[in-house]
């Protein structure tokens, strides 16, 4: 088993990107002539510590743009996290990706960092609160105490994956947490299912919040099957969570949400982003599983990162 | 004592079978809950059944490549439809706001069906400006499924199925300035609500990027 990887950074296949030789396919690059696979792009703990800390300050996808990332980011960040962010951005720009959302739940494996994702999570429970309350979209009392309730399992759930390390054997609670966030994604995809029935316009701000819970749900179950070394499951779970972003995010447009079309415009890019890095993340791991590199020894050199937001992990 | 031998070994045999997990009887497909509850050890391969060669095919990467960019083209339609019908609208209002400033006294009176009046216009400023926008889309459609390298014989096309081609929405109203709002709020239904000329441009839009990325699929 492999247990130190080198990773490379995104600058480095700037001018194959820029000419075309590499092209960028979700988060991975791929030789246009060849069709072969390059490298794939990951996030870092960083990347995911600086996304969250600007997702709780503002959740409107419209501002994940990059080319706005660095700008919004001036007023809640220190003067390094700036530099930090921009090297992301800049990161993103080499390899021609268009919005940040890849990075919120994430490009390549995610590397929850489960304090960021309870912290997020924390945020997008008391706002979905006030949405159901305040968005008319069909909830009876019933089908509104039933998201609450699932809410607050995801929150518990979030504090033990956070607190599973200090377990003499980590492993078991790991794969508890993983199977019991399976059922909750289920749950919130069954739930943006119904908001996207509901007659009329669909509520962009309630559905953009239910999806981040979605995504949170599968990108921990994801980190969490990393962290048993289940890299062949991870690969299935990856794989599944992928087809049901097709198929849930491909049929919304423009025209399906209840705010300005440009906004909604950017929100679909953000959504196609995701759903793309989705549809490479399983070339990711399948990739480590076949170089037999350890999956929680990749999970914690990508957390004990502090430098670089963004990594490229090269095709042998 | 053969005897013996063979009756214990027959009775660990039973013994064997009686303490073997259930759930080994049945096929290969472990379920998620039971992978997880004999974790593998952290730095040790699986279980040496999984190939340590690649599961997934490189070349399938191709189609979620297609799919991103006929989305592209979809959104990307749908947005300029409805700001060409904006457009479109607002310059026609205009138009007919400075139309109905110029009525006679005598149309004041005696005032033609607005349809009458304003069919030709109408054609020549929204009908004309939105199909022109669906032939720009088709464009845009041709090139990529030409990059795309699709051998598709029939190239997806939009149809020009306009709804109330003779403006009958507003044949009611006499074309004088106090019928303005009615006039300009049926027109502003026939070009941009929902059984519209946008929203059916846009129809048909997601109709064509659903096929085609049916056809990605296959």
Request: charged share 25%; with cysteine.
């Amino acid at each position: 088993m492999i247990t130190q990887i080198m990773f490379e950074i995104p600058a480095m296949y700037e001018a194959a990107v820029r000419s075309g030789k590499v092209i960028q396919i979700g988060g991975l690059l791929k030789n246009a002539a060849s069709g072969q696979i390059v490298a794939h792009l990951q996030e870092s703990g960083l990347a995911h510590s600086l996304i969250g800390k600007g997702m709780l300050a503002s959740t409107n996808p419209a501002m994940l743009a990059v080319s706005e990332a660095a700008n919004s980011a001036t007023g809640i960040y220190t003067a390094v996290q700036v530099k930090q962010i921009k090297a992301m951005v800049e990161g993103l720009q080499a390899l021609q990706i268009a919005t940040l959302g890849v990075s919120l739940l994430g490009v390549g494996v995610s590397v929850a960092g489960f304090i960021y994702m309870r912290k997020r999570f924390n945020s997008l429970d008391s706002k979905i609160e006030t949405l159901i309350n305040t968005v008319n979209v069909g909830f009876e009392d019933q089908r509104k105490a039933m998201l609450r309730s699932h809410l607050s399992q995801v929150k518990s759930l979030m504090q033990q994956a956070n607190q599973a390390p200090t377990l003499s054997k980590p492993e078991h609670e790991y794969s508890r947490i993983a199977e019991s966030l399976a059922e909750q994604a289920t749950h919130f995809e069954g739930e943006l299912e119904f908001v996207m029935k509901v007659s009329g316009k669909i509520s962009s701000e309630l559905f953009w919040q239910l999806t981040q819970a979605l995504m949170v749900c599968n990108s921990v179950r994801i980190d969490c099957r990393m962290r048993t070394n289940e890299l062949h499951n991870a690969l299935t779970v990856s794989e599944d969570v992928a087809q049901g972003y097709q198929r849930l995010f491909g049929r919304l447009t423009p025209i399906s949400f209840d705010a300005q079309i440009d906004e909604c415009s950017s929100t679909l890019n953000v959504l196609k982003d995701i759903t793309d890095a989705a549809a490479t993340k399983p070339y990711l791991i399948d990739y480590l599983r076949s170089q037999q590199i350890d999956g929680r020894s990749y999970m914690t050199q990508l957390e004990d990162e502090t430098e670089r937001p963004l990594l490229m992990l090269k095709v042998a | 004592m053969t005897e013996a031998i063979s009756v214990r070994s027959l009775w660990a045999a039973l013994l064997a079978f009686l303490r073997r997990d259930i759930r080994s009887l049945f096929g290969k497909r472990i379920p998620e809950s039971v992978a997880e509850s004999s974790p593998a050890p952290l730095l040790a391969p699986h279980d040496g059944k999984i190939s340590p060669t690649t599961l997934l095919d490189p070349a399938k990467l191709g189609g979620v490549r297609r799919r991103r960019k006929v989305l592209d083209w979809r959104d990307e339609t749908i947005v300029n439809a409805d700001s060409a019908g904006i457009d479109a609208f607002q310059d026609f209002s205009v138009h007919v706001q400075d139309l109905l400033k110029d009525v006679s006294i005598w149309r004041l009176l005696w005032a033609k069906p607005a349809n009458e009046v304003l069919r030709v216009e109408f054609d020549k400023r929204v009908r004309l400006h939105i199909r022109k926008e669906m032939r720009t889309a088709e464009k845009r459609l041709a090139e990529l499924l030409t990059l795309q390298d699709r051998s598709d014989r029939r190239r997806p096309s939009f149809v020009d199925d306009w709804p109330d081609r003779d403006l009958t929405c507003i044949a009611k109203h006499g074309f004088r300035p106090n019928n303005e709002d009615e006039i300009l709020s049926c027109l502003r239904g026939l070009v941009m609500s929902n059984q519209g000329i946008v929203p059916m441009f846009q129809r048909q839009t997601i109709s064509i990027a659903d096929e085609l990325i049916g056809k990605v699929a296959q």
